[in-house]
């Protein structure tokens, strides 16, 4: 059946997918047994996944078999008997009984791994032989198909707040029972005047908008706010190899409010902070933390709050890291600052503009990926920080209570490091991807996240 054209930021992900540069984004789920559960409970659950053999987009979505197929990419639709659901639905098991470490080697090694393009870009792998009967689930799909805060949303539409509930399917047949392809009824098309007018006023917007970051990144106005292409050269943002290395941590979300409160900043800004004050620590340590502040590009969300369809939707942020400031509180503070700065120029922008700010900031730097060039030259930023919003409460899929839910990003060429937070049940989860080779020890910068938090909260009085 065929299928609709990408759009602009779609493309762009399909156009930067090489082998040793795969461009997909995950999510890990960790689930602990129901009270109920039998020795057999995940054999079985594994095998039910392989019998769904029903899927809605975009899980039903391959790329258009052309002979260029990047080039000039379309989605066309399968039918439910052309997916072979043996090939992208798997079952591995650790050495029982597998820690956070077991599971992370076994995630950083599927992470690292291209998707096929003749085929469907998601694989949903069941990762048995946790302690204590735990299981996990990791979903990954190509960013193309969807973007992070659409990943994350999906997995929590396979899930309930109800333990009762043992009639959930998996995410790939979410809504496909009743035919669904997307949430939101199609919005009128617009008269053809309509669509040139407005054409014309985003292409004049972005021109405008591209004339500004020109003018700040050559004589900037605001001594707070980061500028394109103005970070420093580090270790981050050398060429990358095809390994990947995905840590976690995980803290109690009523920790990062207080601080946030405290420090007169959002959760975010926290975010911002622990991770400046564990990277000013890990590269300190390796004698690589540059005398320049570090910058990091911020994606933000501009999904409505039940949005779950396909494609990406995202605007971009990018916030000094002041990881040139010793004290955690004055960090913090010129971090919220920075942030504030960032946000109130994206705001002055008008929407559409606003909404395809992403690309405009990093055109830029896909062309020098494309040109085989990012890694080799100034980067646009040093690394991505982004913060994913969760669910509040206690979930479960078919009984089995969801104990840790991990976004799981992407790298590149030139940015080799991405930090991810999602909250959900009172707890604020850290995924962290970076490079094997060019940022090693990644779990030991993962727990500096933690000693970062309780730095800030003893210069804030937070511990008694």
């Known amino acids: 059946m065929a299928g609709k054209k990408l759009n602009l930021i779609d493309r762009a992900w399909l156009l930067g997918h090489r082998h040793d540069m795969p461009l997909h984004v995950a999510g890990l789920a960790v689930f602990a047994p129901p009270e109920d559960a039998g020795d057999g409970f995940v054999r079985n659950m594994v095998a039910d996944f392989r019998a769904t053999r029903t899927f809605a987009r975009p899980f039903n979505q391959r790329l258009r078999q052309t002979r260029f197929p990047i080039l000039n990419p379309a989605w066309e639709v399968l039918g439910d008997d052309e997916i072979d659901i043996e090939y992208h639905v798997r079952h591995s098991a650790l050495p029982h009984p597998g820690g956070e470490r077991q599971l992370g080697v076994l995630v950083s090694r599927l992470h690292s791994r291209p998707h096929d393009l003749t085929r469907p870009l998601w694989e949903f792998h069941v990762i048995d032989g946790l302690a204590d009967g735990r299981f996990a689930m990791y979903l990954k799909v190509h960013h193309a198909l969807i973007d992070g805060v659409g990943l994350m949303r999906r997995l929590t539409r396979m899930v309930t707040d109800d333990p009762d509930d043992r009639d959930r399917v998996p995410v790939w047949a979410v809504g496909a029972q009743s035919g669904e392809s997307t949430p939101h009824p199609p919005r009128p098309r617009a008269s053809l005047d309509k669509r040139i007018t407005g054409g014309l006023r985003l292409t004049t917007g972005f021109v405008r908008a591209a004339a500004g970051i020109v003018r700040e990144a050559v004589q900037p106005s605001n001594p707070d706010a980061a500028t394109l292409f103005g970070a420093p050269k580090s270790v981050l943002n050398e060429r990358i190899t095809e390994q990947r290395r995905v840590a976690t941590q995980s803290f109690e979300l009523e920790r990062i409010k207080r601080v946030a409160k405290a420090a007169d900043a959002t959760v975010n800004d926290v975010l911002l902070a622990i991770s400046s004050g564990a990277l000013r620590r890990h590269l300190t340590e390796r004698g690589q933390l540059p005398e320049a502040s570090l ?170």
């Open 295 to 464: 910058t990091a590009a911020v994606p933000m969300a501009i999904r409505d709050a039940d949005d779950t369809t396909a494609g990406n939707a995202f605007s971009l942020l990018l916030v000094t890291l002041h990881t040139t400031v010793a004290h955690p509180v004055e960090r913090i503070t010129a971090i919220a600052e920075s942030s504030r700065v960032a946000k109130a120029a994206l705001a002055a922008l008008p929407q559409p503009v606003a909404n395809n700010f992403g690309v405009l900031v990093f055109g830029p730097f896909l062309i020098e990926l494309l040109l085989r060039l990012a890694g080799r030259t100034r980067p646009p930023c040093n690394l991505i920080l982004s913060n994913v919003p969760g669910p509040s409460g206690p979930l479960y899929f078919n009984g089995a209570p969801l104990e840790r839910l991990y976004p799981v990003s992407l790298v590149f060429d030139g940015i080799g490091l991405s930090i991810t937070a999602l909250s959900a049940d009172g707890r604020f989860n850290l995924g962290i991807v970076g490079c094997r080779d060019t940022l090693p020890h990644l779990q030991r910068f993962a727990t500096y996240h933690g000693e970062a938090l309780t730095e800030l909260e003893n210069a804030l009085n937070l511990l008694g």
